[in-house]
């Protein structure tokens, strides 16, 4: 089970940090995961962290805004939103997958939690 906190109002150009903590091993054996779905759009890809090797991506559009942590024990995943842009408005998931590879694409998360809701104003 997967709990995502964080999300809020905040203006352009602040921050806001969200933190997804998972029940059990998760995140000790799962690569751990953020999406976002904005308002009619398609839910999208937004960082990832791996559990084996800590091989972490990004997004494009986030790239060197956003940084993507874990905690020592493995049980907390960190979402650092940096230089917020009110592009960045939607609802943030987190997820866990299985797999190592291929872990920008929804389909490969088997795990998710409830959405939170990331607004930021201009």
């Known amino acids: 089970q997967l709990q995502a906190f964080g999300g809020g109002l905040v203006q352009a150009g602040g921050s806001l940090r969200l933190s997804c903590t998972a029940s059990?091993?998760?995140?000790?054996?799962?690569?751990a995961g953020w999406f976002r779905q904005a308002p009619g759009k398609e839910c999208e890809f937004v960082a990832a962290?791996?559990?084996?090797?800590?091989?972490?991506l990004y997004a494009d559009s986030v790239k060197g805004r956003f940084t993507i942590s874990r905690d020592s024990a493995k049980i907390t995943v960190f979402l650092q939103m940096d230089t917020l842009k009110p592009e960045d408005t939607a609802v943030y998931y987190c997820?866990?997958?299985?797999?190592?590879?291929?872990?920008?694409?929804?389909?490969?998360?088997?795990?998710w939690g409830q959405g939170t809701l990331v607004t930021v104003s201009s």
């Open positions: 059990g091993r998760t995140f000790q054996v799962y690569t």
């Open positions: 997820a866990a997958s299985p797999f190592a590879n291929g872990i920008v694409e929804v389909r490969r998360y088997d795990y």
């Open positions: 962290i791996g559990y084996r090797d800590r091989r972490i």
